[in-house]
């Protein structure tokens, strides 16, 4: 692997990570919001405008590591599960936000907005740098 490949594959894991962190720190400030209903018009609006960077910013995070993981000069099973897991919360939120299938609004949004499914994922992330 070249120097240049290692480059690029830094430059766009670091741009990933920071994409990824600002546009999901959204969900740790509703969560967090929650406990302080019923919103003033000021945080409803607040949260509907962070959704729209929530969706823009991990639409570019995907980009970015899709670069990121192509000119890494390693990987294993764990850091490729988590490409798979990111592509996945990416086409779930993308076809709940578009409505793309009406009658599978539901489904997808509790697959989506998981817990469980958004920890797995940053385990991933980092046992998956970890054990390199
Ligand atoms: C989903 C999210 C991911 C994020 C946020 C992320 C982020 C990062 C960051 C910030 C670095 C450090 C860059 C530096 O040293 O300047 C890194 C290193 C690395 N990543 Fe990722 N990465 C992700 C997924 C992947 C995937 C899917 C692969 C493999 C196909 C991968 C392979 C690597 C490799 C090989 C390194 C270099 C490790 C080293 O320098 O020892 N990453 N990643
Ligand atoms: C790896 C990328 C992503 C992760 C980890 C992620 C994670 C999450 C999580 C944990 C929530 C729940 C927040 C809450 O409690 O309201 C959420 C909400 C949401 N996400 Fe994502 N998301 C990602 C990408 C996307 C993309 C690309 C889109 C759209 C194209 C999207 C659309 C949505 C929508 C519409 C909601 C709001 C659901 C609601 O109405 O409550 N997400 N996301």
Known sequence: MTK????????FGITAALLFI???AYY???LA???FRPWSPETAL?????LKVHIMLNLAALMAVTVHGH????RNVLLSGCFVATVWLTIAGALMHYRVVPGMQRQLRLLHTQQVLFVVWIVLIVAGHASL
């Open 46 to 50: 607040f949260f509907k405008r962070y």
């Open 71 to 74: 000119y890494a000069e390693e």
């Open 33 to 35: 919001a929650k406990n």
């Open 22 to 24: 600002t546009g999901n």
């Open 28 to 30: 740790p400030a509703k």
């Open 4 to 11: 240049e490949a290692e480059q690029i594959s830094n430059f």
